[in-house]
C-alpha cells in the first residue's frame, strides 16, 4: 500500500507565498505523473498543477500561471507546490495525487490521492 502525505497548507494574506509539500510512502518502484488538485467549498475538484516523472513536463491551471510552480524530487518521492501571490480565490483544501504508482517493476499501476490540505488566503 501507498500513502501519500501532505504539509504546508495554512493562513496566509493575499499576496503571500506559502510551499506544500505531499511525501509518498510505501513500497513503490515508480510513480509517473504526479499533481496538486483543489477543492473549494460548493465546487468540483479541479487540477492545478501536475509534472511527469522526468520532471520535463509540467501542466498549469490558467488560473495559476506565473504565480505557483510545480517540482518533484524523485529519490524522495515528493512532490512540491510552491505557490505566490496568493489570492484569496486560491482559499481551497489542496489534494495531491500520485497516478500509475507501481510497487514492483512489472505491477499494476495504481492511483492515490493524500488526506488533503487547507490553504486559507485573507484579503
Known amino acids: 500500500q501507498v500513502q501519500l502525505v501532505e504539509s504546508g497548507g495554512g493562513l496566509v494574506q493575499a499576496g503571500g507565498s506559502l510551499r506544500l509539500s505531499c511525501a509518498a510512502s510505501?513500497?513503490?518502484?515508480?510513480?509517473?505523473?504526479m499533481g496538486w488538485y483543489r477543492q473549494a467549498p460548493g465546487n468540483q475538484r479541479e487540477l492545478v498543477a501536475a509534472?511527469?516523472?522526468?520532471?520535463?513536463?509540467?501542466y498549469y491551471a490558467d488560473s495559476v500561471k506565473g504565480r505557483f510552480t510545480i517540482s518533484r524530487d524523485n529519490a524522495k518521492d515528493t512532490v512540491y507546490l510552491q505557490m505566490n501571490s496568493l489570492k484569496p480565490e486560491d482559499t481551497a483544501v489542496y489534494y495531491c495525487?500520485?497516478?500509475?504508482?507501481?510497487?514492483?517493476?512489472?505491477?499494476?499501476?495504481?492511483?492515490?490521492w493524500g488526506q488533503g490540505t487547507q490553504v486559507t488566503v485573507s484579503s
Open positions: 495525487n500520485a497516478d500509475g504508482v507501481r510497487s514492483q517493476r512489472w505491477g499494476v499501476r495504481n492511483n492515490y
Open positions: 510505501g513500497t513503490i518502484f515508480s510513480i509517473n505523473t
Open positions: 509534472v511527469t516523472t522526468s520532471g520535463g513536463g509540467t
